[in-house]
């Protein structure tokens, strides 16, 4: 039975499908809560990163684990396209803040240069109409540890700086799901160029 869960918990992070999130068109909702870059931990606002271009939201089931840790490998590799395009980059799980600082600094997933940040009760996934699902005890990450905590499904959102949501990515693979992210970024860097 044990080994059925944790053949479950892989393959929903490989892809799990978006059920209900809220589409594009609609409000983002703002948060605010502790994020992680380079292994050191600090508050993070969507509403004051929006400030700075579009922001790249994408909720993912936990760190270390294999869909996640290649979804964070995978913007970690494209963050300075993303950077070029006007756009950041927050991933967000219900992971504790102190797991976060070790994957953001973490040289094989997110390399110092991606922002994680920590839903610990999961409202922020819920605010953005995502499924939710608890912890399921036994179930261990790649690096053997225990995870205590539920999982919020993978989809992505990309947020416009007025607080809109232009997409909403789901049902992918992660690394497809990067890719989709990058190509709204920059066909919305396109679309804001001022006509010759």
Not at 74 to 99: H, K, N, P
Not at 145 to 162: K, L, M, W, Y
Request: glycine fraction near 10%.
């Amino acid at each position: 039975m044990k080994r059925l869960l944790i053949a479950g918990l892989w393959a929903a992070c490989i892809a799990l499908p978006a059920q209900a999130a809220l589409n594009a068109g609609s409000v983002a909702p703002d948060f605010q809560t502790r994020a992680s870059l380079a292994g050191k931990d600090f508050p993070f606002s969507l509403k004051e990163a929006l400030k700075k271009g579009p922001v790249v939201v994408y909720f993912y089931p936990a760190a270390y684990t294999r869909g996640c840790n290649i979804q964070a490998h995978t913007f970690a590799e494209s963050i300075d396209r993303f950077t070029a395009a006007g756009a950041s980059v927050v991933g967000v799980s219900l992971d504790s803040i102190g797991r976060l600082n070790k994957f953001s600094a973490d040289p094989d997933y997110c390399a110092g240069k991606l922002i994680v940040a920590a839903d610990a009760g999961g409202q922020i996934a819920k605010s953005y109409e995502l499924k939710v699902s608890g912890a399921l005890p036994g179930i261990k990450d790649s690096k053997g540890e225990e995870i205590d905590h539920g999982f919020a499904e993978r989809t992505t959102f990309v947020v416009t700086p007025d607080g809109k949501i232009a997409a909403t990515i789901g049902g992918v693979t992660p690394t497809a799901n990067v890719e989709k992210a990058l190509e709204v970024v920059q066909k919305l860097k396109a679309d804001s160029r001022p006509a010759p």
